[in-house]
């Protein structure tokens, strides 16, 4: 700011520091005095008080520049007041602003250490100083020629800091326990401060106002000191807030229509300088919303019907959504999806009436959303409900079977019999949804039972059947069940019961091994007769028609380990041809195998080092026999082979001396069923030559 000082302002400030207790001896001017890096300095010895600053006495209502000064202990001016500082002849600091007028523009801060005074004159960074005075005192400063000296720096050409140094031993050898100081400078304003506002921000952290609640929240320039003067420069505010030159937002909003709304709003701070002057401006935009007065509001409202009944298409419907709580009166509507059509809902009352009218919204299910809105002054307090109504057609006559019993069929007689019924809407279909009709007869969807029954087993034999109707009922068909029962006669003369094979299971068979065994039956008339239909008994096996009696020799070795099932049924000599069945099967084998025997009991030692060989012997079994090791360990390096040997050569000598306890399995190729043989053998690990 050196370089473009041009206006000056006059500032004059007196800051007293004194010490009592001193001799009234004069004092000869300082021999040493340091005045900074700018200007010139002049020592005063015995200077007056007050300081000498006539010749260079400015306009105090001059814009450019004025006298400035410091304020003592109670407030009044240094300068002027009837007060002064005193301050302890001791090490400490001591700062005091310098004011123009009222206005804060710098500090003085004098500091004691030792038997050195300094005293640093700042100002802010929009002035500079023109020149500074310093008064040092060693008594009251209302006399004269006492031990006092004034210290003067001029031509300072705008520097913002200026320090005086003071030998105190050597001004004030009688100095005693308090100092008297009083200060002065000519403060001038810079023409061009420069960006001072840089990095400067408005910032606040405001909480939301309220309709009819008091507001007091504070905006603030942070990143840069200095006073400002504050005003909304953009957007508004809610009705009955303001924002006041010290940067404060207050008021009690008073506009319950702007509930819910808003505000976003621009406030400026612009740098209050001396002479009324301005300075940098710093600006902020802020939002808030504006909340309402939740005391003075009953409970928002709340729709407490969950449900609706169903419609008619056709019937007069009226049905009413209820809301308790909220503020005055309830006006309802629906704010997503309709009403079925012919119904509408009264806003007052929040009843649904009318008549449905749309079939094609017969047989479905109306959804839509109500809104309920009360009267709150702040602003209005809603709920909503999602809602249907199922819309249905006219009620149908009830359905029902009427039909009790139904007559018996008989064996190769045309049967035809017909299930009646009462009610329903539309065609009528019938199902057989449970049981049995003899062989031969079926339900037809019209509800008639025709057909021949044709099975002779089946002669006597009780049937029962569950049948059921469904009819065209809109919206969901209406269905009605009932069950029956029939018994199937044979039309002839009287027979004994049907005979019955009471055989369950037959002995297995062996490929190659001769076969006999006996289907055994009772019941029936006259001579039974045995038969298999379309199946057929292992190959090499016959069937005795008159004894039931199954012999042969099995010769097909594919049917070898498996299992052949065939139906025998019997047949007695009753006109209506009687007759009972029965599924059976036979499993084929093969010849049993020699049992396999494992020969060995011991097997010799292994030596560490040395190859070693044995041999697991097994006899009997079918075909190749394979050795397994099933469990324990056998010494590193040696192995069981599957054909039973034992090699290898053991090669850990920490194993020396341990028994290894092992179980071998023995498995043959027996046909059907392989068998298998266990030992546990031991042996132990021998040292080098042991």
Known sequence: MHQHYRRQILVFVTLLLGLSGLSCGGGSGPEA?????????????????PLDVDERDLSRHDEECNHAWARNARGGRGFFGPNFFVVDNEDGTTTRDLFIRHDDVGSVTVTIEGDTLTATFEV?????????????????????????????????????????TVDLAEDFPEAGERLFLAAHAVVCADEDPGNACEGASLEAD??????????????????????????????????????????RIVGTPDDPDQAGDTFTFEITATE???????????????????????????????????????AVTGDPFSAQVLATGGEGDLTFSVSAGEL??????????????????????????????????????QGAQTDTAELSIAVGAPACDPLSITTRDLDNPVLNEAFNATIETSGGAGNLTFALVGGALP?????????TISGTATEVGEVGTTFEFTVEVTDECLCEPQTAQATFSVTLGDGGPDCAPAPTITTTELPPATTG????????????????????????????????????????????????????????????????NQFGSADLSIEVGAVPCDPI????????????????????????????????????????????????????????????????????????ECLCEAQTIQGTFSISLVGDGG
């Open 206 to 247: 405001l909480g939301d106002p309220e309709v009819g609640v008091e507001y007091n929240e504070r905006v603030e320039v942070v990143g840069y000191d200095a006073n400002f003067r504050f005003e909304l420069t953009g957007g508004t505010l809610p009705s009955g807030l303001h924002v006041t030159p010290s940067g």
């Open 272 to 310: 209050r300088l001396q002479g009324n002057r301005e300075g940098c401006t710093v600006t902020g935009t802020f939002t808030f919303t504006l909340g309402p007065d939740d005391e003075e509001c009953e409970a928002a409202p709340e729709i407490t019907t969950t449900e609706l009944p169903g």
């Open 439 to 447: 062989t031969g007869l079926t339900l037809n969807a019209d509800g």
């Open 513 to 576: 091994v001769p076969y006999l065994a006996t289907v055994v039956a009772t019941g029936g008339e006259g001579t039974l007769t045995f038969s298999l239909g379309k199946t057929t008994l292992p190959s090499g096996l016959t069937l005795d028609p008159a004894t039931g009696v199954i012999s042969g020799i099995p010769d097909d070795p594919a049917e070898t380990c498996t299992t052949v099932g065939f139906t025998v049924t019997v047949t007695d000599q009753c006109e209506t």
């Open 33 to 49: 005095i340091t005045a900074g890096d700018q200007g010139n300095t002049d020592v005063v010895p015995g200077g007056d008080y």
């Open 597 to 668: 025997r494992l020969a060995t009991e011991d097997l010799p030692d292994p030596i560490l080092g040395l190859e070693y060989a044995a041999a697991l012997v097994a006899t009997g079994g079918s075909g190749t026999l394979t050795f397994t090791m099933l469990d324990g360990s056998l010494p590193a390096g040696i192995t069981l082979n599957a054909d039973g040997t034992l090699t290898g050569t053991a090669t850990e000598a920490g194993e020396v001396g341990q028994e290894f306890t092992f179980t071998v399995e023995v498995r043959d």
């Open 124 to 164: 802010d960074e929009a002035f500079g100083l023109d020149s500074a005075d310093l008064f040092v005192g060693t008594r009251r400063p209302f006399g004269r020629r006492q031990n006092n000296f004034q210290y003067r720096a001029s031509d300072l050409e705008g520097a913002q800091t200026h320090t005086f």
């Open 340 to 377: 079925p059509g012919g119904l509408t809902l009264d806003p007052a009352t929040g009843t649904i009436a009318g008549t449905p009218t749309d079939p094609a919204q017969t047989c479905t299910t109306v959804n839509f959303t109500v809104m309920v809105t009360d009267e709150c002054p």
